[in-house]
């Protein structure tokens, strides 16, 4: 299977995908409803996802797998359907891109904190081998670990995908920015704490989503640089800080918005960019347009 990696190695600034929570709430998911059973019960939606971002220009696409661990599915009653619904959204991916583009397999938090032991490590790892290796029998090209704030869960989730899968392993935080400058998650870790810690752990990749629009993330970007100035890197960001409206959230960076910064955030070091909340096929359509004139 073609590598990321290997693409990334020859110069090439490659785009991502953008939300998909959104687009699965647009085609009728419902609170409450769980998102990853549409991949077996609704997979031409999801499909028609997928492929509207492929359309408008990506290298790559997700999979619709966020919340795809035993702990996030048994609170929809799915606990023992890990296996199915991960290896689904991947088959479904994979229709969409074809042998020549790429696949990541998406992975969450559990939602578990090993700080309140909520969980143990080994449970931790165990989930996450768990989904990883049925996004790998879907055929995903690599595991793509996202929206962590907690070091230790991240470094687990990036064991469990080393050592059970052959995939490519990707891993982003996200971090808010703090009073008087610069950017922490959740849970205290900077991205050039992250940085470190990740290589180490044995992060093919690592970078950032959520949280931010593609503004903030130029900062993230150059600190993870300022660390360590080889690893790839990944930006997923959001359509701007979300507002609420007349009960409704909205984003409010348009696609020319999020392309205007497309050129200082590739400046900065990052090697692929997406989207994250609030993006659509039209971002992406503008972002591929700005990286293909540079």
């Known amino acids: 299977m073609k590598k990321i990696l290997a693409v990334i190695s020859a110069g090439k600034v490659l785009v991502s995908d953008g939300a998909w929570g959104t687009f699965l709430q647009q085609k009728g998911l419902k ?7 549409w991949n077996v019960t609704r997979p031409n939606d999801v499909l028609a996802i997928a492929r509207s971002y492929f359309d408008a220009g990506a290298d790559m696409v997700e999979t619709n797998s966020f919340g795809g661990s035993r702990f996030k599915l048994a609170k929809y009653g799915f606990g023992e359907k890990v296996f199915e619904f991960n290896k689904a959204a991947a088959e479904i991916s994979r229709q969409a891109a ?4 790429f696949v990541l397999g998406s992975v969450g938090p559990t939602g578990k904190l090993l700080l309140m032991e909520e969980v143990t490590e080994e449970e931790l790892y165990e989930a996450f081998k ?3 290796m049925a996004l790998e029998a879907g055929g995903v090209n690599a595991i793509m670990i996202e929206t962590m704030t907690d070091l230790d869960e991240a ?3 990036v064991k469990a995908a080393k050592e059970n899968t052959s995939c490519e392993v990707f891993c982003t935080m996200t971090f808010e920015k703090i009073i008087g400058g610069g950017f922490r998650t959740m849970m205290g870790i900077s991205p050039s704490e992250m940085a470190e810690s990740l290589v180490e752990a044995g992060a093919d990749l690592i970078g950032t989503n959520c ?8 900062g993230m ?3 993870i640089r300022s660390v360590n100035p080889t690893i790839p890197v990944l930006v997923h960001a959001n359509a701007g800080m979300p507002r609420l409206l ?5 984003f409010p ?5 999020m392309a205007s910064r497309v050129k200082d955030i590739i400046a900065a070091g990052a090697n692929i960019v997406g989207g994250c909340c609030g993006t659509t096929p039209a971002h992406i359509r503008k972002v591929r347009e700005v990286v293909n004139a540079l």
């Open 31 to 37: 609170p409450g409803e769980c998102p990853e059973e």
């Open 98 to 101: 074809g042998p020549e583009r």
């Open 130 to 132: 768990e989904q990883c």
């Open 155 to 157: 470094r687990i989730a």
């Open 211 to 218: 949280g931010n629009g593609m503004k903030d993330m130029i």
């Open 221 to 223: 970007v150059k600190e």
């Open 246 to 250: 007349d009960g409704v959230t909205t």
């Open 253 to 257: 960076e348009t696609p020319e918005d």
